[in-house]
């Protein structure tokens, strides 16, 4: 019997490990021996036997939310001009909010309202409980924050047209434009916000590239019948930042992987780009964006690169021979990180 709380791994997880460069391999070495240390002592664990699991549901069934949700950060204000009076506008909460601001949009895709501010802690809120203030930024990726920590009593979030929040990931070989989602991942947004205040993404690259294969068709549906791999029908890269400390991300996003949903894996920086529908994932990964559309011929391509097969933890995987770099930027401008 597994440990309490211990959750088998979807299959096939693309995992967090990637091929070893020459700044990497101590690292890899050390981390090496503590795995092996590890597994020693989950043997030794499991050998006793263990009491059945109270009731509850797995921790990643119980963070899933349904797409098209809406969510916001807590302990941020965000400041700009506002459209209207939270005084006169209140909410029963910060979902509530969101959907406000998001019912400005329209049919073409702009909306009047791109952040919401609410307040929704009773305690600390006061009279201003329920408070939801609709706002415009006047650049929603690189919005005006006035107070942000665990002290402000405020929940903020942002509210993305048609034709906002999409960034780029620019490659050798053309580049990806990625719509990222607010909606229901507002802290993997908030962190590609302040990748772009870093002005620097060295090291961030592609390393690992499956195609198709003949087990989905070329709108990635599966073929009945087929295998689910491999090969897989993904990109794997990372988005650490050399030299810069990478926080780990929570659970969030939407739940459904996509054909061209941009996922981490796991706690990042490792992430995904899926050139298939993967419902045997399930809710896996947090999504937390999608590839524009005429943009997945540039992904499509990636995977038809020289490769090397390796194998981590039992699944059989292809390397791409010459990692592809990529450099952030601003849909809106030229300026690159």
Not at 94 to 107: D, I, L, N, S, V
Not at 218 to 235: C, F, T, V
């Amino acid at each position: 019997m597994p440990p309490p709380g211990f959750l088998p791994l979807p299959l096939p997880l693309p995992l967090r490990s990637r091929p070893a460069d020459p700044r990497r391999r101590g690292r890899l070495i050390a981390l090496s021996i503590t795995l092996l240390l590890l597994a020693a002592l989950l043997l030794a664990y499991l050998s006793f036997p263990k009491s059945p699991r109270a009731g509850g549901r797995p921790r990643a069934a119980a963070a899933s939310e349904p797409d098209g949700r809406c969510a916001g950060l807590p302990g941020v204000e965000l400041w700009g001009p506002a459209l209207n009076s939270g005084a006169d506008q209140r909410t029963p909460s910060a979902a509530a909010c969101c959907a406000a601001c998001r019912a400005t949009c329209g049919a073409d895709g702009d909306c009047r309202c791109n952040s919401w501010v609410f307040c929704g802690d009773r305690g600390r809120c006061g009279n201003r409980f329920g408070e939801c203030w609709l706002k415009r930024q006047k650049d929603v990726l690189s919005p005006s924050v006035i107070a942000r920590g665990e002290d402000v009593m405020w929940t903020s979030g942002l509210v993305f047209g048609t034709s906002q929040g999409i960034l780029g990931l620019e490659t050798n070989l053309g580049t990806l434009r990625i719509q990222l989602l607010p909606n229901c991942a507002p802290r993997s947004v908030d962190y590609f916000i302040e990748l772009l205040g870093l002005h620097n993404c060295a090291g961030c690259r592609f390393y690992r590239a499956e195609g198709r294969g003949n087990l989905w068709d070329a709108g990635g549906d599966h073929i009945e019948n087929a295998a689910s791999g491999p090969p897989y029908a993904l990109l794997q890269g990372t988005l650490e930042v050399d030299g810069v400390a990478f926080k780990e991300m929570p659970r969030e996003g939407c739940s459904a992987v996509r054909r061209g949903s941009v996922a981490w894996v796991g706690s990042g920086p490792e992430f995904l780009v899926s050139l298939a529908n993967h419902e045997e994932w399930s809710d896996a990964y947090t999504v937390f964006g999608s590839v524009v559309p005429e943009d997945m011929a540039v992904a499509e391509e990636m995977a038809t690169l020289p490769t090397s097969m390796d194998v981590w933890s039992d699944v059989t995987v292809r390397l791409l021979r010459d990692p592809v770099y990529f450099k952030v930027k601003r849909r809106s401008n030229a300026s690159a990180v």
